[in-house]
């Protein structure tokens, strides 16, 4: 079955980093893009970043342009995300999940999601 296991999350100062793993498994991820989307308590899931499997193209929020960084490693199956410079409005529980074909900024075109990683970010 599809699968997706997010890591990385945890607990860092603000100015700090943190590097999140989404682990995919029982599928092939050429032809899907995969997307970070991140959700506060009572908020909808906004989109973070994206990476499209096919030709590489990537999506970054506006909010996180110049501090994140999105990576696949087609071998291990595995998207990344780098966060750098870390502000307490980036905490939230991150998900990742997959939509078939390029990138798309809205939750209905992802059929798939991890259970998500924790991130907060504090003093």
């Known amino acids: 079955q599809v699968q997706f296991v997010e890591s990385g999350g945890g607990l860092v100062q603000p100015g700090g980093s943190l590097r999140l793993s989404c682990a995919a498994s029982?599928?092939?991820?050429?032809?899907?893009?995969i997307g970070w989307f991140r959700q506060h308590p009572g908020k909808e899931r906004e989109g973070v970043s994206c990476?499209?499997?096919?030709?590489?193209?990537?999506y970054l929020a506006d909010s996180v342009k110049g501090r994140f960084t999105i990576s696949i490693d087609h071998a291990k199956n595995t998207v990344s995300l780098q966060m750098n410079s870390l502000k307490p409005e980036d905490t939230a529980v991150y998900y990742c999940?997959?939509?078939?074909?390029?990138?798309?900024?809205?939750?209905?075109?992802?059929?798939?999601w991890g259970q998500g990683t924790q991130v907060t970010v504090y003093s």
């Open positions: 999940g997959r939509a078939y074909g390029f990138c798309s900024p809205y939750e209905a075109d992802f059929d798939s």
């Open positions: 029982g599928f092939t991820l050429e032809a899907y893009s």
């Open positions: 990476i499209a499997t096919s030709d590489g193209s990537t």
